[in-house]
């Protein structure tokens, strides 16, 4: 009955261990990497900058993308975010903006 008891404790920390490894490492990578799309439009072209407004949200923002490329004001764009590890927005990054070639029709 001893051996029954010691042998499943081993066979448990066994499993359990490794698994809560894994499952603070997924969370920590996560909180790290946190990826997000948005919808937006062109709301104003700058020298080198475009400025990026929310379509759609629960409070009007804009991101300005430095960076040398024509983005015009009729045609929808996606943008891939990345939040930097915090749930701060302003300090949030571009990484690509998609664009719609057909228009937006």
Not at 13 to 19: Q, Y
Not at 47 to 76: K, L, M, R
Request: hydrophobic share 45%; net charge negative; aromatic share 6%.
């Amino acid at each position: 009955m001893n051996k029954t008891r010691i042998l499943a404790a081993a066979l448990c920390a066994g499993v359990l261990i490794p698994a809560l490894a894994a499952l603070h490492h997924a969370q920590a990578a996560e909180s790290e990497t946190a990826l997000y799309s948005l919808e937006a439009e062109v709301v104003d072209v700058l020298d080198h900058a475009t400025v990026f407004g929310q379509v759609d949200g629960p409070a009007p923002s804009s991101i300005t993308y430095e960076a040398a490329g024509v983005y015009t004001a009729d045609i929808p764009y996606l943008l891939t975010m990345d939040s930097m590890g915090t749930s701060d927005p302003a300090d949030d990054e571009i990484l690509v903006v998609w664009g719609c070639m057909s228009g937006g029709d």
